[in-house]
């Protein structure tokens, strides 16, 4: 089946650790998204890539960073330099043409 | 950049319709979608907006207007399931940096 996958579904960290989150799509699709969601708050940017070994920062890229090696992967990595990092972290991936974006199931970060 | 705005909440009953706005600014567009979310789920999509007009799927429409900066969404004859946020994002043209505004949490009473 195809579709945009994000692990794991729940993390725990503590502070001052970097933690890497997953997404891997087989969709074949060119643009990649990761954004954060606190609790009653709408989808915030973090980065995004339109293609291959190419990406750039959204509104609220401090703290975080991210790879694009392969066009099925964009992993995302919450660095200790991100002073707030719980939050929910959602994944999207669309062709570059005029598509929904689809998203992944999400991954809950909580920091202790 | 992306300037999206869209009201905090909404309450209607069961039956009635609710009618979402949605305001934009942008430097170049390339499209206007709307997501339902439920609470602690993804986002799923309902439907796209990239030409004027009015777009009509079963209970749910989207209308836009490109010279106004302007969407709403149009929900029909609401059913409890449709308590959720929704949210309006736009693309951008030049690097598809896909943009989300606040959301719009909706509540509907029997």
């Known amino acids: 089946d195809g579709g945009i996958t994000q692990s794991p579904k729940y993390l725990f960290r503590k502070e001052g650790q970097n933690v890497t989150l997953s997404c891997e799509q087989n969709?074949?699709?060119?643009?990649m998204y990761w954004y954060r969601q606190d609790p009653g708050q709408g989808l915030r940017l973090i980065y995004y890539?339109?293609?291959?070994?190419?990406?750039q920062k959204g509104d609220i890229a401090e703290g975080y960073s991210v790879s694009r090696e392969k066009k099925e992967s964009f992993p995302l990595t919450v660095t200790s330099a991100q002073k707030n990092p719980t939050a929910f972290y959602l994944c999207?991936?669309?062709?570059?043409?005029?598509?929904?974006?689809?998203f992944g199931q999400g991954t809950r970060l909580t920091v202790v | 950049g992306q300037n999206i705005d869209q009201p905090t909440e909404m309450t209607a009953t069961e039956g009635a319709i609710v009618q979402i706005n949605c305001t934009y600014q942008?430097?170049?567009?390339?499209?206007l979608f709307w997501y339902q979310q439920h609470a602690g789920e993804a986002p799923t999509f309902l439907s796209y907006?990239?030409?004027?007009g009015l777009e009509e799927k079963g209970r749910f429409s989207s209308f836009l207007s490109r010279s106004k900066g302007y969407s709403y969404l149009l929900l029909k004859e609401l059913q409890m399931k449709d308590s959720a946020s929704y949210l309006c994002?736009?693309?951008?043209?030049?690097?598809?940096?896909?943009?989300f505004g606040a959301g719009t949490t909706v509540t509907v009473r029997a």
């Open positions: 999207a991936s669309t062709w570059t043409d005029n598509t929904e974006a689809f």
């Open positions: 994002a736009v693309r951008d043209m030049d690097d598809y940096k896909l943009s």
């Open positions: 942008t430097s170049g567009f390339n499209g």
């Open positions: 907006n990239v030409l004027d």
């Open positions: 890539s339109q293609i291959v070994n190419d990406f």
């Open positions: 969709l074949n699709h060119d643009a």
